[in-house]
């Protein structure tokens, strides 16, 4: 321990004067944020306001501005919270009814107001649930998926491949994606779908989907109405879809492995058929992003953001010892201390030339919303925004020699990060998990799609003390046990050194961008450059 604080101390002492990030500075916002009184800060839960005070008293007490409306701190995202009832499923095959526990053996919602009924809907496989006709993979053509229930596999089909194939290796795609693979079944006639829950595949395991089952689902509300909202959509535990399968006369693996192959067609699970019967209630809020500003001089309209989200899981079902609160002490309190700690330096430093925005999303967990509303709203001009920094890391851990790097190849920019880690000993590491789709699953997304150049890194797992092994015994303690859950808690023996290595280097690629006339871009060949240049009139050199 005494050598990773005496290795956390030199790189802090070898950044800016500015740049002087403390740990243990994070360490108490963490501890903080992440406690009961905040309630597991869930959006709508008497715990966000609590957050956006904290939030916006520690923004404003670093010396930052109100970056919001109206003057305020806050920006309103409108969100539609869906409440699920009881769940009565079953299935029936081969003249026998299985029922099935959500929870337990399924998960279940809807975006259908009032009862979802279905009543001996067929259960197709159509495999993966991908289509691309660009790259030869027909998924749902020539199948007819009216009235059915599609049953998916999840993640995408090199996954499990021997050898790279069409999807470019072990890294997930984004229609290898729970939301992209309901979407696409939606859109092909299915009435429900189901994706069969893997551990490897999902990245998580079953007790995270499983105990999450009941809580409410959330959506922005921009004003429209869906004419035809998905019913059921949800996951099937593995073993329940192995064993109905195998009641239909099918090998669950076999057909698995036949998905792999582009030519595989949708297959009726014999005589399978899905009956379910539950009711959806909607009620409107408005949560907050909060939102500071540090003004530029030189070029104020050209704006720099960092973003974390401050949103955790909130309150829902005790667990076995009777706590209801998800406290999000790792995910994300400890990226939002983190934002908070960055925002203090660069106040403390020179004014930059160019602006810098800090925001504190709302409701990431529930699919990005908060970044999505701000990217469709933005307060100041995505076509001037130079580049995003995002803030969320996955666990706690000490001084390391590496950083990961998410969803490497995308920007110039992942040359700066390495240039900057490695004045810091720092080495730059792609993502040790690619099929988890992390790239994906985090709010700068939100930005990329609409074409603005975003980096997303992580405090390394390869530590001073104890090296990989280390680090991965953390990271999967963490994953198995405490991911979305009321275990996710503040330990006051944990080390922030890590977060301050990322805070410092995060801080110092800011600051050369906004002391700079530079305008980060993609990479040729990522869909993102195509929306980038047609907004290039508006970024003076």
Do not use: C
């Not at 919270?81 to 079953?90: C, E, F, H, I």
């Amino acid at each position: 321990m005494r050598r990773a604080a005496l290795a956390a101390a030199l790189l802090l002492a070898a950044a800016p004067a500015a740049a002087q990030i403390s740990a243990d500075r994070i360490k108490a916002d963490v501890k903080t944020l992440a406690s009961d009184a905040f309630g597991g800060r869930g959006p709508g839960q008497p715990g966000e306001a609590k957050t956006v005070q904290f939030l916006s008293e520690q923004f404003g007490k670093a010396g930052l501005a109100p970056g919001g409306e109206n003057g305020g701190w806050t920006q309103d995202v409108k969100l539609i919270r869906y409440d699920r009832g009881p769940v009565t499923m079953s299935a029936r095959v081969g003249g026998a009814t299985i029922p099935l526990v959500a929870g337990k053996d399924v998960t279940a919602s809807s975006r259908i107001l009032g009862e979802t009924v279905l009543s001996g809907a067929p259960l197709v496989f159509a495999g993966y649930g991908i289509a691309d006709p660009a790259i030869g993979w027909t998924g749902f053509a020539g199948a007819d998926l009216n009235g059915k229930v599609a049953v998916l596999i999840a993640n995408d089909p090199d996954f499990e491949a021997a050898a790279p194939g069409a999807f470019g290796g072990r890294t997930l795609v984004y229609a290898g994606r729970f939301g992209a693979k309901v979407e696409a079944a939606a859109k092909a006639g299915a009435v429900a779908v189901l994706v069969v829950h893997e551990t490897a595949a999902a990245s998580y395991p079953w007790s995270q989907v499983g105990n999450g089952d009941s809580v409410p689902t959330f959506g922005l509300d921009f004003g429209t109405v869906d004419a035809k909202p998905l019913g059921l959509r949800g996951w099937l535990h593995r073993d329940v879809a192995a064993d109905l399968f195998k009641r239909a006369g099918l090998d669950f693996e076999k057909l698995k492995a036949a998905a792999r192959d582009g030519a595989f067609k949708p297959v009726a699970i014999g005589n399978a058929t899905l009956s379910t019967r539950f009711s959806t209630t909607a009620t409107p809020f408005v949560s907050r992003n909060v939102v500071a500003l540090l003004k530029g001089k030189a070029h104020p309209d050209e704006t720099i953001i960092y973003g974390a989200h401050w949103d955790a899981n909130g309150t829902g079902p005790a667990d076995a010892k009777g706590d209801t609160i998800r406290n999000g002490a790792v995910d994300n309190a400890t990226g939002t201390a983190t934002l908070i700690e960055v925002a203090r330096a660069f106040a403390a430093g020179p004014q930059p030339d160019r602006s810098i925005l800090f925001i504190g999303y709302t409701a990431e967990e529930k699919g990005l919303l908060g970044a999505e509303w701000y990217a469709a709203k933005p307060l100041r001009p995505l076509e001037t925004t130079v580049a995003v920094l995002n803030l969320d890391p996955h666990v706690v851990l000490g001084a390391a020699r590496n950083l990961d790097l998410i969803g490497g190849g995308r920007t110039p920019l992942e040359a700066d990060l390495k240039r900057i880690a490695a004045k810091h000993d720092l080495r730059v590491d792609d993502e040790a998990n690619p099929e988890a789709g992390w790239y994906f699953r985090s709010d700068h997304f939100a930005f990329a799609k609409k074409g603005v150049p975003t980096v997303y890194f992580r405090a390394g797992r390869d530590l001073i003390d104890g090296g990989f092994a280390a680090g991965n015994k953390v990271a999967d303690a963490y994953n198995e046990r405490d991911y979305h859950q009321t275990t996710d808690e503040f330990d006051a023996g944990w080390s922030f050194a890590g977060a301050a290595q990322e805070a410092t280097v995060a801080y110092e690629i800011g600051r050369e961008l906004a002391t700079s006339r530079r305008w980060p871009d993609w990479n040729d060949g990522v869909d993102f450059k195509t929306v980038r240049n047609r907004s290039a009139a508006a970024r003076r050199p």
